[in-house]
Structure formats: C-alpha cells, structure tokens
C-alpha cells in the first residue's frame, strides 16, 4: 500500500505561482510513476505531469513550459511548481502514484487562479 498526502493548493492571481507537494510513504520501492493529474468542475480527470524513478518526465501540452515537476527520493515526495498561472488551471490536483498492477492516489488539493 501508498499512502500520499498532497500539500500546497490555495488561492492565487493569474500569472502567479504555487507549488504543490506530494509525500508518500508506504510501498513506494514499488512505485514506478508518480504523476500529478487535475479535475476541473464538469470535466473528467486530466493528466497534468509524470516522473518515472529514472527522472523521465512528461507534460500535458497545455502546462508545457509553466509547470515543472520533480522529485527528492531523500524524502519520497514529488512536486509540482506551477508559474504564469491561468483563470483555467483552477481544478482539484491529485497526486498519484502507480506500480505495475494498481494506482493509489491523494485526497487532492484545490488550486483556483482568479482574473
């Protein structure tokens, strides 16, 4: 089992910033991929950004070159620095962490970009 805590979600302005950060614990030797996906109100859930344990990363289009994720392996948290926010990032983010035969994910965290 995963367990993950996501942290960091708030109000901000667009064009501002925020991180947000994932802690995990638990069976995390057997996490391959840990991801950052996001659900707007009336939307289905959508990939945001991945990093596999090599240090691969990959990016929605539309965060591409504003959103940055990463990872400490020291203390098994994965972030997700987020700049020149836009009014339509605004969504729940869910972290997630995925093996081989399931996923886990976190509670989620609100990020609302006002214009």
């Known amino acids: 089992q995963v367990q993950l805590v996501e942290s960091g979600g708030g109000l901000v302005q667009a064009g501002g910033s925020l991180r947000l950060s994932c802690a995990a614990s638990?069976?995390?030797?057997?996490?391959?991929?840990m991801g950052w996906y996001r659900q707007a109100p009336g939307k289905q859930r959508e990939l945001v950004a991945t990093?596999?344990?090599?240090?691969?990363?990959n990016y929605a289009d539309s965060v591409k070159g504003r959103f940055t994720i990463s990872r400490d392996n020291a203390k098994n948290t994965v972030y997700l620095q987020m700049s020149s926010l836009k009014p339509e990032d605004t969504a729940v983010y869910y972290c997630?962490?995925?093996?081989?035969?399931?996923?886990?994910w976190g509670q989620g965290t609100q990020v609302t970009v006002s214009s």
């Open positions: 997630n962490a995925r093996e081989v035969v399931r996923s886990y």
């Open positions: 638990g069976t995390i030797f057997r996490v391959n991929v």
């Open positions: 990093i596999t344990s090599g240090g691969n990363t």
